[in-house]
């Protein structure tokens, strides 16, 4: 694990280094959200014995002809034929953005613009605080202009209250679907903004009461200091609290992206589209945009907490592995994108495989079981604590 | 200081989940439902009218378009009914087909309903496994009349033809699956915590409400009553077969998911047995060229998919077309006990008790 020694920069220097890194992020959540709407058709697809998108619309003759002949020739290869429908992604995003914005004649015009932004930007501000590793990446050649010779780190910002910054953010996101579902003037989306807003508040109880557990185990909030910790510095006990926590983490992380079983502010049979059946085109998109990166912000955060982070194993495992192994005894990048595509791989999984709660049901998850069950957890986390 | 006011909310008829063109105008408080009224008839055709100006022959084309997910069976319906008004009797080989393809039009309607049920609670898989096989079965009529969906498989008088070469191989590679297959849905359902709470106690009937309502089919044997008219009135081939008639006493959404399930496996026993039993012999009894009826009324009723499928026949003298027409259309009937089902439960139970009563608005609209 490398020390960080500050290193003297000029205020222009770290602007330009802060623009540097939030493009890399952004490219990384551009690139991977339609990748992951790629993964869930595909991975849906082979669960549910078909192929998944084979080809984009369009037919036979000018570009999208020559791109569906190409996958067509790519269906003959045992491998590459997986990767058949990946333009679908770019296809999908160009729909999004060409299509005809509608308002309904009563909406509030307002907020019916103001809620997809109050949802995008909060989840791609989390990721100011992310850790996607706890050290220097690499140096910028001497030739770059004004930020040549720095070193690149793998985070943004390196705040001592990370954690509560992205729990914060988090739970603006729930003002876009309450305001968007309000501003629609229609009843569907009514329904699906309250249902949203009953759910995520009552369920940002027991996600935060989780990630407390780490907290306590580490004794600070700072993400990159927790991360390497939990990895590397605990004692053998903490695999129980770490372990429950994980899986009501995982848990409520599902609930609090609105995503299977727990989607019911977009139940597609009973509420149509939820809160966002009033809206088109890329206002959307970014409603889309948002529950898909916060899929990879409660990923990240499961991984960075739970499952070891930069390092191998999970659970605080990793202490056991002695330092002379190596590789696989450092941090490394790898291992934190990995590990989020897995939980990303897992939310597509329990997609295609579970039924959706009721109303009253989720509720009554939420505050009978998650709610003593995280408490528990807690008390667990302080002992352990306690003891070492 | 705040207005606290009920929300009506029509729910179709253009849905996801109400199964066509169902439209169920709701009243909610909160996510309660104080009052549930469906209105029926965006897919009225005439059906029943249309039947009294075709010939007997040509009105069997009208009874595929009811309830089109079981057209098999509303064929059987009509062919017995007529036969029944012109007093026919249909070879014993014809009737063991009539009863083989019905009973795999009963899987292949389970099957559609196992899906869309499942969809509307929100596993979305089941929907694809359960239609992976009901491809099968489409195959199946495909090869025996061409058609897949409106079959009009049967002739008054028995078949157009006997079943064609090829067609009992495929028949038994469907039935060396298909045990296999309801494991698999079963697997995915039935012991799943979250379709069990989605499930149990929800939208029940009691077995009086049912008889009260007219409601027949899986949702009355769900509710502890044993009827059916395969064993209670045999018709085609059922008095030589060999099957039970399940039954659960829940009387709610997860009752009838299994008596269904239970359904389709007893329709593969009895799919089973006609291959296994299925006589030689002459296919089609010998009939005029112009069907005339006399002056006669039936009704005659079969156990289709989703409850007693009754068809009303009145012949006039000389008639070459039914004097009267009518039917007892199970979907239809089953349909009035929605509100019963619902009313003081939440949003989403009504899309649980849509799927459950299994309706086609096809049918119920006719």
Redesign the interface.
Known sequence: MMQMTPIPMTIVQTLVMALIQIIAILAFIFVLVPMLTFAERKV?GY????LGATRIAGGNRGLTGAVNKLMWWMGHFPVISFFRGLPIFMADGLKLVTKEDIMPAKADKFVFWLAPILCMVPAFAVFAAVTFYPGVLGVFPAWFPIVGGLPVTGYMTDINVGLLYILGLASVGVYGIVLGAWASNS??PL?GGL?SAAQVISYEVPLTLSLLAPVILTGSLNFRTMSVDLATKMTPWAIIPLFIGFFAYLTCGFAETNR??F?LAE????L?SGFHTEYTGMKFGWFFLSEYTNMIVVSALATAFFLGGHYLLPFGLQQFVPASAGWIAQPHLIFFIGKIGFLLFVFLWV???????????LMSVGWKYFIPLTLVNLFIAGLVRFMA | MFKNEEMEINLGPQHPSTHGVLRVKLRLDGETIKHCYPVIGYLHRGVEKICENKTFFQGQVWTDRMDYVAAVSNNLGWAEAVEKLMGISVPRRARYVRTLLTELNRISSHLLWLGTHAMDIGAMTVFLYAFREREEILDIFEAFCGARLTTTAFRIGGLRDDIPPGFEAKVRAFQDRFLACVDEYEELLTENRIWKKRTVGVAPISAEDCIAMGVTGPVLRAAGVAYDIRKAFPYAAYSEMQFDVPTRMEADTYARYQVRLEEMKQSHRIVQQCMDGLPEGAVMAKLPKILKSEVNEVYHAIEAPKGELGYYLVGEKGGVNPYRFHVRGPSFVNLQALPMMTEGKLLADVIAAIGTLDVVLGEVDR
């Open positions: 849906i669960v549910q014995v078909r009843k569907y329904l249902r299977v079983p989607d139940a597609e049979s009973e149509v997609r295609a495989t579970l039924p959706r709660y009721r109303y009253d049901q």
